[in-house]
T-cell receptor, first 112, second 112 residues
Framework: EDQVTQSPEALRLQEGESSSLNCSYTVSGLRGLFWYRQDPGKGPEFLFTLYSAGEEKEKERLKATLTKKESFLHITAPKPEDSATYLCAVQPIMDSNYQLIWGAGTKLIIKP | GAGVSQSPSNKVTEKGKDVELRCDPISGHTALYWYRQSLGQGLEFLIYFQGNSAPDKSGLPSDRFSAERTGGSVSTLTIQRTQQEDSAVYLC??????????FGPGTRLTVL
């Protein structure tokens, strides 16, 4: 069964304290892996798409990496405004069906 | 307005009433998705439209829920005979084929 697991469920960091969020997945074939950020009361905001093992994408203080079993979202020297829930989703290879399988998210809190 | 829009932003209704939620996807996007998110929970897939194909309704929780997409663009999610457990944020997203999904701001539904 296709599955996505994110850890930890919640992470509290001091401003400037770097860390990583994990997204482990099990799919028969991976079309793509997506990272989103969701602020309270808003829809998820797209961050990155990764397609193949070894691929990396960066945006400001965020860097996403991908292996054959998991993806990491590295946060370098975070600021309070990076506080949000980070969602990971995988897109299995299923003909023309482009549905995503979503993780439950990691709630990140950055304390000033 | 280049993003996904949803209306209304908030809807309060009485138990047993019908409600209609609207989604305007990004122009040119072929795929449209509806999700439900209860307070503090992850995304629950409801229904998926892809081009002219029959929609994937596998996530609809009961036959009180239905959705249509007219002219390959605007979509309406209808909930008949609303129940208190239907209270949640309803999110719409659109994508170009299998590319990243872009979300609207959501409609917060409260059933009294």
């Amino acid at each position: 069964e296709d599955q996505v697991t994110q850890s930890p469920e919640a992470l509290r960091l001091q401003e400037g304290e770097s860390s990583s969020l994990n997204c482990s997945y099990t799919v028969s074939g991976l079309r793509g892996l997506f990272w989103y950020r969701q602020d309270p009361g808003k829809g998820p905001e797209f961050l990155f798409t990764l397609y193949s093992a070894g691929e990396e994408k960066e945006k400001e203080r965020l860097k996403a990496t991908l292996t054959k079993k998991e993806s990491f979202l590295h946060i370098t020297a975070p600021k309070p405004e990076d506080s949000a829930t980070y969602l990971c989703a995988v897109q299995p290879i299923m003909d023309s069906n482009y549905q995503l399988i979503w993780g439950a998210g990691t709630k990140l809190i950055i304390k000033p | 307005g280049a993003g996904v829009s949803q209306s209304p932003s908030n809807k309060v209704t009485e138990k047993g009433k019908d409600v209609e939620l609207r989604c305007d996807p990004i122009s040119g996007h072929t795929a449209l998705y509806w999700y439900r998110q209860s307070l503090g929970q992850g995304l629950e897939f409801l229904i998926y439209f892809q081009g002219n194909s029959a929609p994937d309704k596998s996530g609809l929780p009961s036959d009180r829920f239905s959705a249509e997409r007219t002219g390959g663009s605007v979509s309406t999610l209808t909930i008949q005979r609303t129940q208190q457990e239907d209270s949640a944020v309803y999110l719409c997203a659109s994508s170009w084929g299998g590319s990243a999904q872009f979300f609207g701001p959501g409609t917060r539904l409260t059933v009294l």
